[in-house]
């Protein structure tokens, strides 16, 4: 009788086991790596416990890295990341559509109150900070000033979008780029410019992820703010929910990389893939971890 029970428990635990598997998160470079690390962790540990499985997050040193891999098609599982990049993955590399913010993107450009009546073409002999090409910010100062012989300096020298806050009360920058989640927090400062609105932030799948992995982490995405317990991890995110994204939701964004370098006119269709297996030998369950590329 025992020898059973004990083949039986071992069965179970084999059986419970053995579809877990590592799978990557890739993010934006909106903070250093030791930084992004902390952000995220909450929710590496929070998808790891839904779905069985263990996720490692993605990152690079810049966005010139980031673009070189979305460019390559580097291996992500996962990704999250603004639209115009989950349009162009999705267009180039067949990704999947999962889920993404419930907030449309958007980007203010902020200033000290004594600068707001000069708006946008006072800041002509200023400098504006943003983040490097292609992140979104500096793609749509791009969008307001089209003209290089008369635009502000555009510093693109932040490590994280509040850096180029920092420089605005420093008084070493006229005015800073940054996403309304972030903009918000800082009612001291005042707009002179609010970009157009775009589908939020979203979470997109490689299409060699099992669709029932996909299936499972886009469940436990879409719960999160069910979970009070997890408020945090929202909140470090800059939304109040996740909800169902469709690639027809994000089509087109990918077009305001076109200026970008390096940016592929030709559209190839993307070529069927085999998915990962959605066995795998079993594995001890390992914690949630940052890997700086």
């Known amino acids: 009788m025992l020898p059973r029970l004990l083949l039986s428990v071992t069965l179970s635990f084999c059986s419970a086991s053995a579809f877990a598997a590592n799978y990557t998160l890739s993010v934006e470079p909106n903070y250093p790596a030791n930084q992004a690390q902390e952000i995220y962790k909450p929710l590496l540990t929070y998808l790891s416990k839904s779905t069985g499985h263990t996720f490692t997050l993605k990152t690079v040193n810049n ?3 980031y673009w070189r891999d979305v460019l ?3 291996p992500a599982d996962f990704t999250f990341e603004e639209a115009h990049f989950a349009d162009f993955r999705m267009q180039r590399f067949g990704y999947v559509a999962m889920v993404r913010v419930a907030e449309p993107t ?3 450009l902020l200033v000290s109150p004594e600068n707001k009546g000069k708006g946008t073409q006072g800041l002509f002999s200023g400098t504006i900070v943003s983040m490097p090409a292609p992140s979104l910010g500096y793609l749509f100062l791009g969008e307001l000033y089209p003209n290089p012989i008369a635009q502000p300096e555009i510093a693109s020298t932040a490590q994280t979008w509040k850096d180029g806050i920092d420089s605005v009360f420093a ?7 940054a996403p309304m989640y972030i903009a918000q927090q800082y009612p001291n400062l005042e707009s002179v410019y609010l970009s157009r609105s ?3 932030r979203s979470m997109s799948a490689s299409r060699k992820v099992p669709a029932d992995v996909r299936t499972s982490v886009t469940n436990a995405m879409l719960k999160l703010h069910k979970n009070a317990g997890l408020i945090d991890v929202l909140t470090e995110l800059g939304t109040s929910q996740f ?9 087109g964004n990918e077009r305001m990389l ?3 370098f390096g940016y592929p006119k030709t559209l190839v269709k993307p070529k069927p893939v085999a998915a990962k297996p959605a066995v795998l030998p079993a594995t001890a369950a390992k914690p949630a971890t940052a890997v700086k590329k």
């Open 63 to 65: 966005y010139h890295a």
């Open 72 to 74: 390559a098609n580097a």
């Open 106 to 108: 958007q980007f203010s």
């Open 171 to 177: 008084q070493e920058a006229s005015g800073a780029i």
């Open 198 to 200: 775009m589908p939020g």
């Open 243 to 251: 909800i169902t994204n469709k690639a027809a939701d994000v089509y």
């Open 258 to 260: 076109r200026r970008v």
